[in-house]
């Protein structure tokens, strides 16, 4: 089945402390994985896309085949960075859908 | 200034009413789409396009329809037949079917009974 799965429905770290996102997946073809952000009042918008293998605002997310997870990370976190993360698959077979986690709301303190 | 508009932003529907949701893009893509939000849960696909009176179910689409007669246009009605249809509504396009480019979303609808 295919399936995306983040854990934490909420995570709270302070400013300056690490974070780590999780995210895994369950997908029999080759994946293709997004992380999507959406700040309070806006939009959902892309953060980063593992083909890219790009840091954005100081995001970074490697693919683990072997571990099926592809985990969002940041070395000090930010409170501009307080907002709701979506880990997304990648679906062809079905008009290239995308298949969401149940999000996860980073809550980042002073 | 392009992008994705829904309106309206907020919606009411009383028992038995059909409600259409409106989705327009100038970003000149072919394909569309519609997703369905519940708290706590991940977006679910309701229909996508790939072209103009070309439309495909998604993985919950019953109590849903959709038509597709302007490249610009996709809209969605709830229709009576959708017993739990209070949800956030969001609708994306990319530029055609099966592309590995992400996909960009309007802002939404948020669909509540009256």
């Known amino acids: 089945a295919q399936r995306v799965t983040q854990p934490e429905k909420l995570l709270s770290v302070f400013k300056g402390a690490p974070v780590e996102l999780k995210c895994n997946y369950s997908y029999s073809g080759s994946p293709e994985l997004f992380w999507y952000v959406q700040y309070s009042r806006q939009r959902l918008q892309l953060l980063l896309r593992h083909i890219s293998r790009e840091s954005i605002k100081g995001f970074t997310a490697d693919l683990n085949k072997g571990e099926t997870s592809f985990h969002l990370k940041k070395p000090f976190a930010q409170e501009e960075d307080s907002a709701m993360y979506y880990c997304a698959l990648l679906i062809y077979n079905q008009g290239g859908k995308l298949i969401f986690g149940q999000g996860t709301e980073l809550s980042v303190k002073p | 200034d392009g992008g994705i508009t829904q309106s309206p932003k907020y919606l009411f529907r009383k028992e038995g009413q059909n409600v259409t949701l409106s989705c327009e893009q100038n970003l000149n893509h072919d394909a569309m789409y519609w997703y369905r939000q519940d708290p706590g849960q991940g977006l679910r696909l309701i229909y996508y396009s790939q072209i103009v009176n070309d439309f495909q179910k998604g993985d919950i689409a019953e109590g849903y329809s959709v038509s597709r007669e302007k490249k610009e246009s996709f809209p969605l009605t709830v229709t009576s037949a959708q017993k739990n249809p209070t949800a956030f509504y969001l609708c994306?396009?990319?530029?055609?079917?099966?592309?590995?480019?992400?996909?960009?979303f309007g802002d939404g609808t948020r669909l509540s009974i009256l």
């Open positions: 994306a396009s990319n530029l055609q079917l099966y592309s590995n480019q992400p996909q960009h």
